[in-house]
């Protein structure tokens, strides 16, 4: 059974810098995507960035104008997200993702249809 557990969350002020970990079980972690969402209240699952089975490519969500960068260590079953520079409206609860498939094509890195597991998610405050 696949496990994602989040971690990293917590209270910081706008400006800071905050980097969040997920580590992963039950499978072969380096096989696949990994993907970072976020929900803010009364708001939908939004897209952050993906990173491809190797590491070797990312994607990232334009409206985040890179501040956020992601990574994996496939020798520690973990992926990370380095967020920077950030803002009151980062505030949100922020999760980790994977798919089934180990290639997927471009657009579908960032739909959540094809992530068919989740963590639990960590929350994410930025105060002004």
């Known amino acids: 059974q696949v496990q994602l557990v989040e971690s990293g969350g917590g209270l910081v002020q706008a400006g800071d810098s905050l980097r969040l970990s997920c580590a992963a079980s039950?499978?072969?972690?380096?096989?696949?995507?990994m993907g970072w969402f976020r929900q803010a209240p009364g708001k939908e699952r939004e897209f952050l960035a993906a990173?491809?089975?190797?590491?070797?490519?990312?994607y990232y969500a334009d409206s985040l104008k890179g501040r956020f960068t992601i990574s994996r260590d496939n020798a520690k079953n973990t992926v990370y997200l380095q967020m920077n520079s950030q803002k009151p409206e980062d505030t949100a609860v922020y999760y980790c993702?994977?798919?089934?498939?180990?290639?997927?094509?471009?657009?579908?890195?960032?739909?959540?249809?094809?992530?068919?597991?989740w963590g639990q998610g960590t929350q994410v405050t930025v105060s002004s």
């Open positions: 990173v491809s089975w190797s590491g070797g490519t990312t």
């Open positions: 993702a994977t798919t089934t498939r180990t290639f997927l094509g471009r657009q579908e890195y960032a739909s959540i249809r094809e992530y068919a597991y």
């Open positions: 039950g499978r072969t972690f380096s096989l696949y995507p």
